[in-house]
C-alpha cells in the first residue's frame, strides 16, 4: 500500500503526502497533528482505536524522537491493538508486511524528525 517513503515524504496509491498522516481501514488521514508534538497521546489516536484494529503501527520519525505516552502504551497493553513502534523507514516495511497479509491494521506516521 505505502510505495515509497522518504525524509518528510510518503508516497500511497500513487498520492504524495508530506504531512504526518494515519492510515486507518486502508484510508489514509493527511495531516496528523499531535496535541503534544513529539508524544502520541490517547486522544491523538482515538480515531485508530474506534476503528478496532488489530495492530497500530507508530512510525515514529526518521532518528524516531516520536514517542508513545505511557498513559496510551498502558492503554493499548490492556485493550489493543498490539503497538509495534520503529522508525518511519522499518514501520513502513511492517504496516505493507501486514497489510500484505490481510491484517487489520493501522498506522500513524511521523514523515520527518
Same mark, same amino acid.
Given at each position: 500500500? /505505502?510505495?515509497? %517513503?522518504?525524509?518528510?515524504?510518503?508516497?500511497?496509491?500513487?498520492?504524495? %503526502?508530506?504531512?504526518?498522516?494515519? /492510515? /486507518?481501514?486502508?484510508?489514509?488521514?493527511?495531516?496528523?497533528?499531535?496535541?503534544?508534538?513529539?508524544?502520541?497521546?490517547?486522544?491523538?489516536?482515538?480515531? /485508530?482505536?474506534?476503528?478496532?484494529?488489530? %495492530?497500530?503501527?507508530?512510525?515514529?520519525?526518521?532518528?524516531?524522537?516520536?514517542?508513545?505516552?505511557?498513559?496510551?502504551? +498502558?492503554?493499548?497493553?490492556?485493550?489493543?491493538?498490539?503497538?509495534?513502534?520503529? +522508525?518511519?523507514?522499518?514501520?513502513?516495511?511492517?504496516?505493507?508486511?501486514? %497489510?500484505?497479509?490481510?491484517?487489520?491494521?493501522?498506522?500513524?506516521?511521523?514523515? +520527518?524528525?
Amino acid at each position: 500500500m /505505502i510505495e515509497k %517513503y522518504s525524509f518528510g515524504r510518503m508516497r500511497i496509491m500513487g498520492q504524495n %503526502y508530506t504531512d504526518d498522516l494515519k /492510515i /486507518i481501514k486502508g484510508r489514509v488521514i493527511p495531516g496528523w497533528w499531535r496535541q503534544n508534538g513529539h508524544r502520541v497521546l490517547v486522544e491523538d489516536v482515538q480515531d /485508530i482505536l474506534d476503528a478496532q484494529p488489530e %495492530y497500530l503501527v507508530i512510525g515514529r520519525g526518521r532518528p524516531g524522537l516520536l514517542r508513545v505516552d505511557p498513559g496510551l502504551r +498502558s492503554e493499548l497493553e490492556e485493550q489493543g491493538p498490539q503497538l509495534i513502534e520503529l +522508525s518511519t523507514a522499518r514501520a513502513v516495511q511492517e504496516f505493507n508486511r501486514l %497489510y500484505a497479509e490481510g491484517r487489520n491494521v493501522a498506522a500513524g506516521f511521523h514523515l +520527518s524528525c
